[in-house]
């Protein structure tokens, strides 16, 4: 899924705005001043088109995620746990472990 403001496509096919799309287990749909992608693993992102970006997981993920997502664990402990195993000591440190 590529998102660039209010244009949206999967795949390379445009998903025309206001439109609900869902194929294979993903859906677009845009609700309100946002667009919003769901997929059936159990993950929402919704992005208003600018800067503000939510990430939403179902309860069966708790404990089960790993990466800048956290550990979803309701731990603070655990917020910064890096690739490696350790816990970086700062959110730089964090989110550049997460590099690829």
Request: aromatic share 10%; proline share 7%; net charge negative.
């Amino acid at each position: 899924v590529v998102a660039q403001g209010r244009n949206v496509s999967v795949n390379g096919a445009v998903v025309p705005e206001g439109q609900p799309y869902l194929h294979k287990g993903l859906g677009v749909t845009w609700p309100g001043d946002w667009v919003a992608v769901a997929s059936s693993l159990g993950v929402r992102v919704a992005w208003d088109g600018h800067l503000a970006v939510t990430v939403t997981a179902e309860p069966e993920l708790r404990g089960g995620t790993w990466g800048l997502c956290g550990t979803y664990t309701d731990d603070p402990a655990d917020d910064f746990l890096r690739p490696d195993g350790d816990i970086a000591p700062f959110a730089a440190a964090f989110g550049n472990a997460w590099k690829v």
